[in-house]
């Protein structure tokens, strides 16, 4: 269960905190069509996810209090040109565990594999899927993203299906102390806006 007490803001970034969901990017997307994204950028958090996914249309396995389960949209002003979206997913990835790092629960073997996963020892401890809405007018640039994290926390070997327990890891499994979610989205969350919603040129 999520705690009462999570902030509606972090780093000055406005907060949903949700029990459940389909998915989190599914949330950011219908929230984006309906106008409903601060000029900030919003992160979405779930509890659990009923359809989680990842690339390539991929499950995502959520269960409930085991994961951190983010998503982050934000529409860049000036808009991203689209020959750099191919690195964002790499970027991210090295961002979060930079986050971790800071909280002192990385995994010294945690190695990025692209486009879009941290693995450790070949077991995936994250996926990443970010996705993107191009302006409708040349140079058809990127004008909304919507990045999404399932960062596996609490697992036991139990709590992941007989088919993914070969190649799934959690930071509990690995012996590593989970953070909040508040103190990851403190330490995640700022550089990952600047990487989104980078500045003007000046």
């Known amino acids: 269960m999520l705690s009462p007490d999570h902030p509606a803001t972090i780093a000055g970034i406005p907060v949903l905190w949700l029990e459940t969901t389909d998915s989190t990017n599914a949330e950011a997307w219908r929230r984006a069509d309906a106008g409903e994204l601060p000029p900030t950028g919003l992160a979405i958090v779930a509890d659990s996810q009923t359809a989680g996914r ?3 249309g991929h499950a995502w396995h959520s269960p409930a209090g085991l994961g951190l389960y983010l998503t982050v949209a934000c529409r860049p002003a000036p808009p ?30 945690a190695t990025i594999k692209p486009p879009n996963d941290i693995l450790v020892d070949g077991r995936k401890l994250c996926g990443i899927l970010i996705e993107t809405r191009l302006a409708p007018a040349p140079p058809n640039d990127i004008e909304t993203i919507v990045a999404g994290f399932g960062l596996n926390l609490r697992h036991a070997p139990s709590d992941f299906p007989p088919a993914l327990r070969p190649s799934a890891t959690s930071l509990a499994l690995l012996g590593l102390p989970p953070p909040s979610p508040s103190a990851l989205l403190a330490a995640l969350l700022p550089p990952l806006l600047a990487l989104l919603r980078p500045p003007p040129n000046p």
């Open 54 to 56: 990842g690339q390539h």
């Open 80 to 109: 991203i040109p689209l020959a750099d979206s191919a690195t964002l997913p790499l970027r991210a990835a090295q961002l979060l565990l930079d986050a971790l790092d800071s909280l002192g629960c990385r995994p010294p073997a």
